[in-house]
């Protein structure tokens, strides 16, 4: 059984994971989409939002299911039996730390990373633009989907209300 983890902070989860999530279905057994819970950052989704929002987002590929992780993503590897982390890569510079992040996991376990590359219609695609355009008004859909961004314009008008409060 080939498993593979596909970490991140899904803040929302957007339509580029998605696509990663998909191809690594394709190409795995099992894929595990673990959310990294870190109380120490500032999100606009709490972590169990965040993987309510990946459960319904992957519900269609049967071999997919969706945790969460703290601590060393290694240590999760190893306790999981998970042989492979992949990783979307947009640009070049998603690269650098990327191949560091790489080196590091493989000197710390048995664990191999695979790079994919992001289908160019998702390239410029983040969490963190998609919820910057969303803060000024701007369309997201077709960047994520249609209950994500729902979610996201109900949590910006929350947080508006509370900091004119
Ligand atoms: P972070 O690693 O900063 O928590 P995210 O949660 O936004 O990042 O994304 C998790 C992973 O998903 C990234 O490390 C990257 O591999 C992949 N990813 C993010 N956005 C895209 C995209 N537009 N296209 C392909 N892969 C992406």
Partial sequence: MRRAICPGSFDPVTNGHIDIVARASFLFDEVIVAVGINKSKNRLFTAEERMEMLREAC?????????????????????????????????????????????????????????VPTSPEYSFLASSLVKEVATFGGDVSGLVPGFVRERLVTRLDERRRAGDA
């Fill in 59 to 115: 519900r269609e590929f049967s071999n997919v299911r969706i945790d969460g992780f703290s601590g060393l993503l290694t240590a999760y590897c190893e306790e999981n039996d998970v042989q492979a982390i992949v990783k979307g890569l947009r640009a070049v510079s998603d690269f650098d730390y990327e191949l560091q992040m790489a080196q590091m996991n493989s000197s710390l376990a048995d664990i191999e990373t695979v790079f």
